[in-house]
């Protein structure tokens, strides 16, 4: 082989080579090829996806919606077997019924009560009155008594007279007493009937919620998922029944730790949306995750170990994005997406 020909087969290689070191420098965004966009394809659609589910277990007796549905807050979804709990509310009303006609029958034996203070009252002025009379009367024939000009019969009587009033005035006092008594017990009584009313009360409000919970309606304005449910189905507290997207979308992008540097809230962003032939739409940095998504994962990794291999985190950010765009109607959370964000100016 010629001098000639080993050149060129040297040249060759070292060309080869070249081209290699410059693919690899640039599929990797290394200098000279570094550039001034940090790009990521971790990056997807993200929205509100609200579980719908019943807080009762019962009986699916209606399902008014069916998949992909738009909704508005308040439509009703499902209706549940309500029959038991129309009854529990009749029972509760009915309880309540009961305990307020004993709290008015308890106000009116305070009323009954306090009309027997007042008699047995006036029952013991009245014999006052009398004692006075028989006292004016002992008194007299008392002194009459002393000259002699009364009999001793005549005085005797006068004498039992007074002792009868005052018998008589000291039971009218008892009665009084007792009377007195009987208003309290009756006021003491309030307040454990007024208690049930009240704890009737809570119990029709918590079966009227019971009885409204058997309709499940729409929490807000969006759009349904797929709907397996059918009527008979029983169903339990809290198990999915459907689920809810609300229109409100944004971006979750996946930053190498090496990338975040220098972003910041504010910054103009642009993605493509792989399902709708990378189309691009516009938006903003909205703000940075406070941790990186090892820190949030259920196991968290454990690097105190003999054997090390450093591996590049990723940051979560969350990017809005720009209203009145052609198909953004079209977003819906779980598409993939190619985000571009260009970095600051150095210094």
């Not at 008015?104 to 305070?110: F, K, P, R």
């Not at 007493?177 to 119990?203: D, F, I, N």
Request: some cysteine.
């Amino acid at each position: 082989m010629s001098i000639l020909q080993k050149s060129k087969h040297a040249l060759v290689i070292l060309a080869l080579g070249c081209a290699g070191l410059g693919f690899t420098l640039y599929a990797w965004q290394l200098p000279p090829f570094d550039s001034h966009v940090t790009r990521t394809e971790n990056a997807y659609v993200r929205g509100r996806v609200t579980a719908i589910a019943p807080q009762l277990s019962g009986h699916v007796t209606e399902v008014a919606v069916q998949d992909f549905q738009r909704v508005s807050a308040g439509d009703v979804l499902v209706r549940l077997d309500d029959r038991k709990l129309t009854e529990a509310v009749a029972q509760a009303e009915a309880a309540l019924d009961g305990a307020r006609a004993s709290l008015e029958g308890n106000a009116q034996s305070i009323r009954s009560a306090e009309a027997t203070v007042s008699a047995r009252q006036a029952a013991l002025a009245s014999a006052e009155a009398q004692r006075a009379t028989a006292q004016s009367s002992w008194d007299r024939y008392a002194r009459l008594k002393e000259h002699e000009v009364v009999s001793a019969s005549a005085y005797d009587q006068a004498d039992l007279s007074l002792r009868q009033a005052r018998a008589a005035v000291d039971q009218a006092a008892s009665a009084v007493a007792v009377a007195q008594e009987g208003v309290k017990s009756a006021e003491v009584q309030t307040s454990a009937l007024q208690a049930q009313v009240a704890s009737a009360e809570a119990a029709l409000a918590l079966a009227r919620i019971d009885l409204e919970n058997t309709v499940i309606r729409a929490p807000e304005d969006g759009t349904l998922g797929q709907v397996s449910l059918r009527p008979g189905q029983y169903v339990t507290a809290g198990s999915t029944l459907m689920s809810e997207v609300t229109p409100e979308t944004w971006v979750i992008a996946n930053l190498r730790e090496t990338e975040v540097g220098g972003l910041l809230p504010g910054q103009p962003v642009s993605f493509t949306v792989d399902a709708l032939g990378h189309e691009e739409f516009t938006g903003h940095l909205e703000r940075l995750s406070p941790a990186t998504g090892s820190e949030f994962s259920v196991l968290a990794a454990s690097n105190a170990t003999g054997n090390f291999t450093k591996v590049a985190q990723r940051l979560p950010v969350r990017i809005s994005i720009d209203a009145n765009q052609p198909d953004a109607a079209r977003l819906v959370p779980g598409l993939s997406v190619v985000v571009r964000i260009p970095r600051p100016a150095a210094g």
